[in-house]
């Protein structure tokens, strides 16, 4: 049933405030009217104090009229005053002696009453603005500490959140991350377990890899977990932090030795980096733990800071693995690594460097590279440094000439690099493979391969002209022989006369064959008029002969080189022109020779059936031997010789010959 609603006059009269202003009002009236009263007439009183204007009892009316706007307000104390009024008015207008002053005191008792009344009703509400102020106080105040205490708690947790930041990135050692956040953890969560798992990604497993207030075996039973087995597993998989309270009656639960380490609670928060899981951190409690939301928040923030910490420290020993292997690289490579400063100081170098300079590590360090150069050598490198600091390109390897300890000179190919560190260039590195020994037989090589050419040139100069000299005369005497022995008249037999000039037929085509095998050998043009007019003779000579379409083009001002140069160059030609008449089925060929101030190019291309391209083992096997010596010819004027041919696509054969007057290359 519901509370009774009690009406404002009920109220009113249990009140006994009302009852007390009732009582004090009758007895002003007692007082106020003392003639009225019957024992107070019968004592003769016409005022209480004897005076007979009654000021005084009119003054008690202030006691009621305050009592009443004291108790019931500024409504009660004007009610309270009208009614004293009403009861004072009837004597000063029909019974006191002097009704003007009656009238006067009256109204001053009635204005008195209404002041007093104004008064109590300004001093409540001013008592009630104090009171609301208070309460609005007091809220604020409430509400202050309430964010106080929030305040306390975040500095808690973020004061818990920095030292374990601190802690963790004091050290770049996945070991001593792991130990100094168990430390800061355990202490500031109050727990007595954390485990710290790492995710492998090749093997999507999470392995164990710190531990601390769990047995040996407990450890070694859950040391590696696939991806979403078990609790730390399902977060790893997720990427959602877990808590659990009663741990043992978890149904993911799936080892038994985990049962049988008691642990009662559990929170589980990924370990992240970005958005990539690493891995998982646990806590935990061998009695039920409960956590507070400030706390699990907190615990996920950890994880995301031990997750950065964990990938720096992964980064780091893979900075650290690489530079190791670089470095055993570096000291145990086969050719010369030095890095020295922008003034030429050698800072670093390898025992490599060591042997090919012939000091030792010690004296090397700090030495100026200028010991080791020539003037020529020594203005090349200042070439080569200048180039690389105005962000030129260079070709590289380059060849440059090095001052052993012991006076020798060295070749070596060099390849430099400019290293830069925070966008500002600090050093050159310089990588050199000792070219003395090679470049010697090379040099031999070439030597013997020069007088091999000269040899087999000198051959066929012999074979030439002895086949000019002896042969060809020969041949020729035969063949006069032949003429007038078929004009000799009628004695000779028609049939015997017909053989006769077969046969000087015959004689007549060998010798042709004769010359064009001399010319071949020893081509005279090439002797008398120079390499441009030989080649325009064989070009339109192989075209006539083998029904070609064969051109030659020349481009620039003719490079003049030595008899032996030009030899070597018509050999190529030659050969290549022979190749594509005996091999390529092509209806045409173009020779072309461009001379500009750094080389000599010659071109050969065809429109044949092409071929399949082979390194130099395999066109010795496949008979290729035309192809090797057009090589051999070209180091020889060390030249390049580059073969470029498809199936069905023709061939193209080029030369470089580096011009004897160009600027050597760098």
């Known amino acids: 049933m519901g509370r009774r609603i009690m009406s404002p006059a009920i109220k009113l009269l249990r009140n006994p405030h009302f009852w007390i202003i009732l009582v004090i009002f009758l007895i002003c009236i007692t007082l106020h009217y003392p003639q009225q009263v019957p024992f107070l007439k019968e004592l003769g009183l016409s005022s209480l104090f004897g005076l007979s204007r009654h000021s005084i009892e009119r003054i008690f009316f202030l006691f009621p009229i305050a009592y009443a706007g004291l108790v019931f307000g500024l409504r009660g104390g004007i009610v309270c005053l009208v009614a004293a009024f009403a009861t004072m008015l009837p004597r000063a207008i029909f019974v006191s002696a002097y009704p003007a002053d009656a009238l006067f005191e009256t109204g001053t008792i009635i204005a008195a009453g209404g002041l007093a009344n104004w008064w109590l009703e300004a001093r409540r509400r001013e008592t009630g603005r104090r009171e609301q102020t208070l309460l609005k106080l007091e809220a604020a105040r409430r509400e202050l500490q309430s964010y106080i205490h929030v305040i306390k708690e975040n500095e808690r947790r973020l004061s ?41 990604e090749g093997a999507a497993e999470l392995e164990l890899k710190f531990y601390r207030g769990v047995s040996e075996e407990f450890a070694r039973g859950v040391d590696r977990l696939r991806l979403g087995e078990g609790l730390n597993g399902w977060v790893a998989q997720t990427g959602e932090p877990l808590f659990v309270e009663d741990f043992p009656l978890d149904p993911r639960l799936t080892r038994e030795v985990v049962i049988q380490e008691g642990i009662k609670s559990q929170f589980i928060a990924p370990l ?15 009695v039920l733990r409960q956590l507070s939301l400030e706390e699990k928040e907190l615990l996920s923030l950890i994880g995301i800071e031990l997750g950065v910490a964990i990938e720096k420290a992964h980064l780091y020993q893979g900075v650290q693995l690489a530079m190791r292997r670089f470095r055993e690289l570096f000291e145990k490579a086969h050719d010369a690594i030095w890095v020295q400063d922008l003034e030429g100081k050698i800072t670093a170098a390898n025992q490599a460097a060591a042997i090919l300079t012939g000091y030792n590590l010690d004296e090397l360090i700090g030495r100026d590279v200028a010991q080791f150069l020539s003037p020529q050598g020594l203005d090349l490198a200042r070439e080569i440094r200048q ?17 052993r300890k012991d006076g020798e000179e060295a070749i070596i190919m060099l390849t430099t690099s400019l290293l830069g560190e925070r966008g500002k260039q600090v050093a050159f590195q310089h990588i050199a493979r000792d070219m003395t020994q090679e470049r010697q037989l090379q040099e031999d090589l070439r030597l013997y391969i020069q007088q091999v050419t000269r040899a087999h040139e000198e051959e066929r100069n012999r074979i030439a002209r002895e086949l000019h000299d002896d042969t060809v005369q020969a041949m020729v005497a035969i063949s006069h022989r032949l003429d007038s022995l078929a004009s000799g008249g009628k004695a000779i037999p028609v049939q015997v006369l017909r053989s006769v000039k077969d046969l000087r037929r015959d004689v007549d085509g060998i010798l042709v064959g004769i010359r064009r095998f ?3 050998l020893r081509p005279p043009t090439l002797d008398y008029l120079g390499l441009l ?10 075209g006539k002969e083998f029904g070609l379409d064969a051109n030659l083009k020349v481009n620039g001002i003719e490079q003049r080189f030595t008899k032996e140069e030009e030899l070597l160059i018509y050999r190529i030609i ?4 022979r190749n594509v008449w005996r091999h390529s089925e092509a209806t045409k060929v173009d020779v072309a020779l461009e001379f500009d101030d750094e080389k000599t190019t010659v071109t050969v291309s065809d429109n044949g059936k092409g071929f399949e391209q082979h390194d130099g083992h395999e066109l010795v096997r496949t008979r290729k031997l035309g192809l090797i010596g057009m090589a051999e010819r070209a180091r020889l004027l060390r030249g390049a010789l580059t073969i470029r041919s498809e199936l069905d696509s023709g ?9 004897k007057n160009a600027l050597p290359t760098i």
């Not at 180039?387 to 001052?403: A, C, M, V, W």
């Not at 061939?651 to 011009?659: G, Q, R, V, Y």
């Open 518 to 520: 001399t010319q071949d």
């Open 651 to 659: 061939t193209t054969i080029i030369l470089d010959i580096p011009t």
């Open 387 to 403: 180039k690389l600091l105005l962000g030129e390109t260079i070709r590289q390897p380059y060849e440059q000439r090095i001052i």
């Open 533 to 542: 007019p030989a080649l325009r003779e064989l070009v339109s000579q192989i």
């Open 160 to 200: 818990a959140l920095r030292t374990i930041s601190t802690a963790v990135n004091r050290s770049l050692l996945l070991e001593e991350i792991a130990d100094a956040a168990a430390n800061e953890i355990m202490e500031t969560m109050d727990v007595d377990v954390m485990l710290l798992y790492l995710l492998e």
């Open 272 to 286: 992240k980096s970005g958005d990539k899981v690493v891995g998982t951190l646990c806590i935990g409690a061998h």
């Open 574 to 577: 030659q050969e290549a022109l």
